[in-house]
């Protein structure tokens, strides 16, 4: 008895999730499917999906084609709408491969949803009607022999000119490179003007967290000389992997980066009380050794 009222509940379990992936279907466009080098196209992924399940975040990394922005998922009534902007930097045929898009109920069920490949079309910024001939440019003409002045007369003035040079730009990188201590001291600083998170209104913890966000990225570039604003969490982290940084502190502020990202860019998460992301990066801060 017990055995056939289990094959029942698989039963009904299997009929519902089969109905819930009936229910489910994707659309992907684009702004446009022909481009130049470097334009800028704006991708739009409409996910139609009962209103018990999530989407959750795919990973858009492709060989080819370069992500320039992406904006939260837009909940709707019917579904997710997902945005991102991409780009390519040579002429040819592409096209963004079929993304498999998972999505997920309060019950912990798991259905995915494909997209079909969306082609593009990358033209060359050079016209094909631009056929001019042009006339051969003139041989330029040799310049009149200069006067012999002393070598070593040219050589003083070059090591003079060179050394005043290479003062001024050492005198200059100094007043504008804030030392070791100061970069510490700010980001410190600026962590402690923060408001807690507890004590803000809903819609105000989001800024508080990218604010959070924004100082440890402007901490790690200046403390170890990495562009952190123009790179993905992972390419930062492979990047931190060739510092002086232990590997323990790398992994801890990876994942403090990972829950971070996973809040900005999901409007279904939200941050629990008592979760002020600046107290771990405070820590890190502190006790992160730095570059001589």
């Given at each position: 008895?017990?055995?056939?009222?289990?094959?029942?509940?698989?039963?009904?379990?299997?009929?519902?999730?089969?109905?819930?992936?009936?229910?489910?279907?994707?659309?992907?466009?684009?702004?446009?499917?022909?481009?130049?080098?470097?334009?800028?196209?704006?991708?739009?992924?409409?996910?139609?999906?009962?209103?018990?399940?999530?989407?959750?975040?795919?990973?858009?990394?492709?060989?080819?084609?370069?992500?320039?922005?992406?904006?939260?998922?837009?909940?709707?009534?019917?579904?997710?709408?997902?945005?991102?902007?991409?780009?390519?930097?040579?002429?040819?045929?592409?096209?963004?491969?079929?993304?498999?898009?998972?999505?997920?109920?309060?019950?912990?069920?798991?259905?995915?949803?494909?997209?079909?490949?969306?082609?593009?079309?990358?033209?060359?910024?050079?016209?094909?009607?631009?056929?001019?001939?042009?006339?051969?440019?003139?041989?330029?003409?040799?310049?009149?022999?200069?006067?012999?002045?002393?070598?070593?007369?040219?050589?003083?003035?070059?090591?003079?000119?060179?050394?005043?040079?290479?003062?001024?730009?050492?005198?200059?990188?100094?007043?504008d490179t804030p030392s070791i201590p100061t970069i510490k001291?700010?980001?410190?600083?600026?962590?402690?003007?923060?408001?807690?998170?507890?004590?803000?209104?809903?819609?105000?913890?989001?800024?508080?967290?990218?604010?959070?966000?924004?100082?440890?990225?402007?901490?790690?570039?200046?403390?170890?000389?990495?562009?952190?604003?123009?790179?993905?969490?992972?390419?930062?982290?492979?990047?931190?992997?060739?510092?002086?940084?232990?590997?323990?502190?790398?992994?801890?502020?990876?994942?403090?980066?990972?829950?971070?990202?996973?809040?900005?860019?999901?409007?279904?998460?939200?941050?629990?009380?008592?979760?002020?992301?600046?107290?771990?990066?405070?820590?890190?801060?502190?006790?992160?050794?730095?570059?001589?």
């Amino acid at each position: 008895m017990k055995s056939v009222v289990f094959l029942f509940l698989l039963g009904m379990l299997a009929t519902a999730v089969t109905h819930a992936q009936e229910q489910v279907t994707t659309t992907i466009t684009a702004d446009r499917d022909t481009l130049t080098v470097g334009d800028p196209v704006l991708v739009t992924v409409a996910v139609r999906h009962p209103v018990s399940y999530r989407l959750q975040l795919p990973a858009l990394t492709w060989d080819e084609i370069e992500l320039l922005d992406m904006t939260a998922p837009e909940q709707t009534e019917q579904g997710t709408i997902l945005r991102f902007t991409i780009t390519l930097w040579a002429p040819g045929a592409y096209e963004i491969p079929a993304m498999s898009l998972a999505l997920e109920n309060d019950a912990g069920e798991t259905i995915t949803a494909v997209t079909e490949p969306l082609p593009l079309t990358v033209h060359s910024v050079l016209t094909d009607d631009d056929r001019e001939l042009r006339d051969i440019r003139p041989q330029a003409a040799l310049p009149p022999t200069p006067i012999r002045w002393q070598p070593w007369l040219l050589l003083a003035l070059a090591m003079g000119g060179g050394t005043v040079i290479w003062k001024r730009r050492r005198m200059s990188l100094q007043k504008d490179t804030p030392s070791i201590p100061t970069i510490k001291q700010e980001a410190l600083v600026q962590l402690d003007n923060l408001a807690e998170p507890d004590s803000l209104q809903p819609e105000r913890k989001a800024d508080y967290l990218t604010a959070v966000y924004h100082i440890l990225r402007q901490f790690l570039q200046q403390a170890y000389g990495i562009p952190a604003p123009q790179r993905t969490t992972s390419e930062l982290f492979e990047t931190l992997a060739q510092t002086a940084l232990p590997r323990q502190q790398q992994a801890a502020i990876l994942e403090q980066l990972q829950q971070m990202d996973a809040l900005r860019f999901s409007q279904q998460a939200k941050m629990t009380p008592g979760q002020p992301f600046s107290d771990p990066v405070r820590r890190f801060i502190q006790s992160a050794p730095l570059p001589e």
